[in-house]
């Protein structure tokens, strides 16, 4: 997978339903595995990364359009876009791929069409109103008996079944495998 495009993979859901947990104990598999894995949050209600009485706040909110943090092992920055969403998100996958990442974790972005999601679900009767609103869902992700045994036409896997879901998506990734 190194020298190609970094492979993007999402997991969506309703908050709290295990996104973050499971993708934390993906990131520990892969990257034990010899990959580098990039993380990607999608915020909709808008996030704080800074706070007041540091520099870097006081350069944003004196009107600065991009504020980059830099130390000896670590960058972060934070700017303002105006152009649409699916803009910056190509742009931000294509600056994840110049790091050499080879697997990207996206949590959310239900909507983007780019890349394959695994959707949780929780209850059969709530999963099938959650899903129409995903986009390229190709596998669910579930916590009951019930709701894994009602999918037919999607491969379903038990929410801690990390040796499971990894193996579903190295097979995504490279079908030879």
């Not at 980059?68 to 969403?85: E, H, K, T």
Request: charged share 20%; net charge positive.
């Amino acid at each position: 997978m190194k020298g190609s495009f970094v492979t993007v993979f999402g997991f969506v859901g309703r908050s709290g339903c295990g996104k973050t947990t499971l993708i934390c104990k993906l990131i520990r598999y892969f990257s034990s595995n010899g990959l580098r894995v990039g993380a990607f949050k999608h915020a909709h209600k808008g996030f704080q990364l800074d706070y007041p009485g540091k520099d870097s706040y006081s350069l944003k909110e004196a009107g600065a359009s991009a504020v980059c943090l830099l130390s000896g092992n670590q960058s972060a920055m934070i700017f303002d876009y105006g152009c649409p969403q699916e803009m910056i998100f190509q742009q931000l996958v294509k600056f994840l791929n110049t790091l050499g990442c080879d697997i990207l974790f996206i949590e959310g972005l239900k909507k983007e069409s780019h890349f394959p999601k695994l959707c949780f679900v929780e209850r059969v009767e709530e999963s099938e109103l959650s899903l129409k609103e995903v986009v390229s869902c190709v596998g669910l992700i579930t916590q009951t008996k019930e709701s894994k045994d009602f999918w037919e036409n999607k491969p379903v896997f038990f929410r801690d079944d990390v040796s499971a879901i990894s193996s579903f998506i190295l097979h995504w990734i490279n079908p030879s495998l």
